[in-house]
């Protein structure tokens, strides 16, 4: 069945979504981002690319992930049922795999020979050469000097599985500075380098391929809730920095209109001070690639983000989260710092489940929405990490000495 | 005629200049440009800083960070494009920089602004032909040249769309990379100059890479212009005060040559 006022169908044959998105890069990487458009097509329609890709899904990352029902956070709270769906319990530790497993089967196809990547908190990067050493390939990750000091395990991981990490210094050195140097590097090297980019942001058809990629999770949630509870979520929730997580879980259920959504962005220290909460406090501009919400000034310098999070401190959004929010179909909130640590211990505390502080970002939200809901209602939210590479920047919050 | 026309006429190769607006602040630029005039630049490329300078090596993403520090606005861009165009009402004026701060008032305030200082033309590094509605309607109102650029990734099936809106001249990035690193081979430049001028009637300027009155001069005797702009940018870096004097002798010396590799070859 076609859905003429289908909200799935984006983005338009430019890769627009709305005003939002496109294809915003030098004229040395237009013909290849044009080239990645075709094969993406070819692929899409090829079953053996799906199967290849399921195939490593389920026995490589360890998928379908479990949905769990939280009892206990359920009624600490004293309102909706919480639902979260395991993501954190991939191989990884994270959803990014999904979408690593994804491109680096395209660039099979596609002949290439050498992988770059740009990375924050480290998931990414660790995903990046996780996959470049499953299938053999080099791998080169650029990542902030100020990231690369402050995520050491994530870059001995990178280390031992093989990769090159490649610390940034220019700007303020995190991660919007990687993705600058990762750019630098393609545009270099244009007939062997495949390009992971990380989150469902860059030039089309990145944000598309990558919100197909990570959108196993949806499929997984809506089938798994239909089957155990037998009806959609109310609400669904998730964090966002550049948004590959929530526009995973969000986009098979926007043609379902009793379910909301909120995503939720990072606040920082407050909106009326450091933050990254580019829907928020910032407004439509170009970088990366794409149109999108981005943090700038008046000039449209790009601000630098700030999140306790290191994966969430992006000045921009993935442009489909953009398009969601000018149409009204997905709610927008941030939660600090703060409520995040406090979301952060909650989880912990309540179900035995130690969370990373982006999905931390998410378990705050719903703190303040479940209460407000009745009982009967489901709130299902996507864990979409593991906290282990977070407990040394916990305990230096908490101020606590390991 | 108009300046472009001027600068790039025929049996002549003309030297194209390029540094970043307010680097190292903006009162210094002024200075820097009338050096870049009295060496003998025939064009001027401004460039108009950003936080994000996604296609620049190492030289142009400080002189970027060094304008940003020093304080450098936009206002201050369009302040130093109306005291050149004051003071050099003959040279052609081009701004080279990233979508983000030239669209962000929209389109039709920046063209308009650009009709105001003088500015004669527009690079924008991340508008493709395919993103043309962005910026490319606005500035061809005001009458203002959109310049775009080909590279040796633009093949013949993709050259039209680039040349479609494009005047005043055409960028030749002669190299896939970032600005100021490696140069391309003659061979290939003198290829792909061959196969851009058999396309379009606009002049041919190439550039990225050249650092070196040797390398202009080659590239001179191919091709309707040379630019350059990392080699200026690095002795702005490294003199200070005295920077206008050294950018004067250096580009001199870019002019030289290139104007003895045509004498010898006609």
């Known amino acids: ?402 | 005629m108009s300046r472009f026309a001027s600068a790039f006429q025929s049996g002549r190769s003309a030297l194209v200049c390029f540094v970043t607006g307010g680097d190292p602040t903006p009162d210094a630029t002024p200075a820097i440009l009338d050096a870049l005039v009295e060496g003998g630049a025939d064009v001027v490329e401004l460039g108009m800083p950003f936080t994000d300078p996604m296609a620049d090596g190492p030289a142009i993403q400080r002189a970027n960070l060094r304008s940003l520090a020093a304080g450098t606005k936009t206002a201050d861009i369009f302040a130093i494009a109306t005291g050149f165009r004051a003071r050099h009402p003959n040279v052609p004026l081009v701004l080279m920089g990233y979508a983000n701060p030239m669209t962000i008032r929209g389109a039709d305030w920046f063209a308009a602004e650009c009709t105001t200082a003088g500015v004669d033309g527009v690079i924008c590094v991340d508008i493709p032909p395919e993103e043309d509605p962005e910026l490319g309607p606005a500035l061809r109102a005001e009458g203002i040249s959109l310049i775009r650029l080909a590279t040796p990734t633009t093949d013949a099936a993709r050259l039209p769309a680039v040349l479609d809106g494009s005047s005043g001249f055409l960028y030749y990035v002669s190299v896939a990379g970032i600005t100021g690193l490696q140069q391309a081979a003659q061979a290939s430049i003198e290829d792909a100059v061959a196969r851009l001028k058999a396309a379009t009637d606009i002049p041919v300027a190439v550039g990225f890479g050249v650092r070196t009155p040797e390398q202009a001069a080659e590239i001179a005797k191919v091709a309707d212009g040379v630019v350059v702009g990392s080699a200026i940018i690095d002795i702005v870096a490294a003199e200070g005060a005295n920077a206008p004097t050294k950018v004067r002798d250096f580009v001199r010396s870019l002019r030289t040559a290139m104007d003895h590799a045509r004498e010898k070859t006609a």
């Open chain 1, 1 to 402: 069945m076609t859905l003429i006022n289908s909200l799935r169908t984006q983005p338009d044959d430019r890769g627009h979504f709305g005003q939002f998105g496109g294809r915003y890069v030098a004229e040395t990487l237009m013909p290849l981002v044009l080239d990645l458009e075709t094969e993406y097509r070819k692929a899409k329609a090829d079953p053996a690319f799906h199967a290849e890709f399921d195939d490593l899904l389920e026995h490589y990352v360890g998928r379908p992930s479990p949905l769990y029902f939280a009892p206990r956070l359920t009624e600490e709270l004293g309102g909706a049922q919480i639902w979260f769906k395991r993501d954190e319990l991939n191989h990884t530790g994270a959803h990014k795999i999904n979408n690593c497993i994804g491109q680096i089967l395209l660039a099979i196809r596609m002949g290439k020979t050498r992988i770059i990547a740009e990375t924050g908190a480290g998931q990414h990067g660790v995903a990046t050469a996780t996959v470049c050493a499953r299938f053999g390939l080099p791998c080169i990750v650029y990542m902030g000097a100020t990231d690369v000091a402050r995520q050491a395990p994530n870059v001995f991981r990178m280390k031992l599985l093989g990769a090159e990490v490649v610390p940034v210094t220019s700007g303020a050195a995190t991660l919007k500075d990687a993705m600058n140097e990762a750019l630098r590097d393609w545009v270099a090297n244009v007939d062997d380098t495949f390009y992971i980019i990380g989150t469902a942001a860059g030039p089309h058809p990145y944000p598309e391929l990558v919100r197909d990629f990570q959108s196993v999770i949806g499929k997984e949630a809506r089938a798994q809730m239909l089957s155990r509870v037998g009806r959609l979520p109310d609400v669904l929730v998730a964090s966002i920095g550049g948004g590959s997580n929530s526009i995973g879980l969000f986009h098979p259920f926007l043609d379902d209109p009793s379910v909301k959504m909120l995503g939720v962005e990072a606040a920082g220290h407050g909106l009326d001070k450091e933050h990254a909460a580019s829907l928020a406090g910032g407004r439509p501009g170009i970088l990366h690639g794409n149109k999108t919400y981005l943090l700038q000034d008046e000039d449209g310098q790009i601000t630098e983000g700030h999140s306790i999070s290191a994966g969430l401190d992006y000045p921009g959004i993935g442009p489909e989260h953009s398009w969601l929010k000018e149409i009204g179909r997905v709610d927008y909130t941030s939660v600090t710092d703060t409520e995040a640590l406090e979301g952060f211990q909650l989880l912990c505390r309540t179900e035995g489940i130690i969370p990373a502080l982006e999905p931390a970002h998410a378990i705050a939200a719903v703190r303040k929405l479940a209460p407000t809901m009745d009982k009967d209602q489901i709130i299902l939210v996507n864990l979409c990490g593991r906290g282990d590479k977070d407990i040394f920047s916990v305990a230096e919050h908490l101020r606590v000495s390991l």
